[in-house]
């Protein structure tokens, strides 16, 4: 039974996707916490309601983002986790921190990665005009959403989109392609083979 921990900085949409999924499919794991860096982030209010426990580590508590980053870091592994999961975690993160989790810390990133790291991505493809957009889940790097990749979700750019329309698209796909990714991390199917990630086929047991 793996111990999954999420980091969310708002709704956590995604958090909920992977809850639900968690539960619903029986994996063989566990959300052992939700952590936030804000004390009013409505996901805390789901994940409380579903008998997970909840942890705030306010960043603005802190002077520098290192100071942070070690109290999250404590505060994560209270919880023994095998895996971090950031759903909308709104913070860079020093390459200490990153390197605590290497190969056990996923993200999800609103485009198709290498395309589009950082923020503002559905606009950022309307402008540069792809036809085709949509999300990634990577393992964490210390460059900014550069980690390797482990599945992409496209969706298909439409004559009139606006970059709400277009996100209100790629977040559907993401609800489904996260826990998906994470599954295949909680059955040990993931590996990393000089930067490249690698799904192994499922076991008959």
Same mark, same amino acid.
């Given at each position: 039974?793996?111990?999954?921990?999420?980091?969310? =900085?708002?709704?956590? /949409?995604?958090?909920?996707?992977?809850?639900?999924?968690?539960?619903?499919?029986?994996?063989?794991?566990?959300?052992?916490?939700?952590? /936030?860096?804000?004390?009013?982030?409505?996901?805390?209010? %789901? @994940?409380?309601?579903?008998?997970?426990?909840?942890?705030?580590?306010?960043?603005?508590?802190?002077?520098?983002?290192?100071?942070?980053?070690?109290?999250?870091?404590?505060?994560?592994?209270?919880?023994?986790?095998?895996?971090?999961?950031?759903?909308?975690?709104? #913070?860079?993160?020093?390459?200490? %921190?990153? @390197?605590?989790?290497?190969?056990?810390?996923?993200?999800?990133?609103?485009?198709?990665?290498?395309?589009?790291?950082?923020?503002?991505?559905?606009?950022?493809?309307?402008?540069?005009?792809?036809?085709?957009?949509?999300?990634?889940?990577? %393992?964490?790097?210390?460059?900014?959403?550069?980690?390797?990749?482990? !599945?992409?979700?496209?969706?298909?750019? !439409?004559?009139?989109?606006?970059?709400?329309?277009?996100? @209100?698209?790629?977040?559907?796909?993401?609800? =489904?392609?996260?826990? #998906?990714?994470?599954?295949? %991390?909680?059955?040990? #199917?993931?590996?990393?083979?000089?930067?490249?990630?690698?799904?192994?086929?499922?076991?008959?047991?």
């Amino acid at each position: 039974m793996k111990n999954i921990v999420i980091l969310i =900085s708002g709704r956590g /949409s995604n958090m909920e996707a992977v809850v639900h999924a968690a539960r619903e499919e029986q994996w063989p794991a566990r959300i052992a916490a939700v952590i /936030s860096n804000k004390a009013d982030a409505k996901g805390l209010e %789901f @994940a409380q309601s579903h008998g997970i426990p909840t942890a705030v580590v306010a960043n603005k508590e802190f002077a520098t983002r290192e100071a942070f980053d070690a109290a999250l870091q404590e505060t994560i592994d209270r919880f023994a986790p095998d895996l971090v999961v950031l759903a909308g975690f709104m #913070r860079i993160l020093t390459p200490g %921190f990153v @390197a605590h989790y290497d190969g056990r810390m996923l993200n999800i990133h609103p485009s198709l990665l290498p395309l589009f790291p950082g923020l503002h991505t559905h606009q950022q493809a309307l402008d540069a005009g792809v036809a085709r957009h949509g999300a990634t889940v990577h %393992f964490v790097t210390a460059e900014l959403d550069h980690g390797p990749a482990v !599945l992409k979700a496209e969706v298909e750019v !439409l004559p009139g989109d606006t970059a709400d329309t277009l996100a @209100a698209r790629v977040l559907v796909q993401e609800h =489904s392609l996260y826990p #998906r990714a994470i599954r295949l %991390f909680v059955e040990d #199917r993931l590996s990393i083979d000089n930067g490249d990630v690698r799904i192994a086929e499922p076991t008959n047991n």
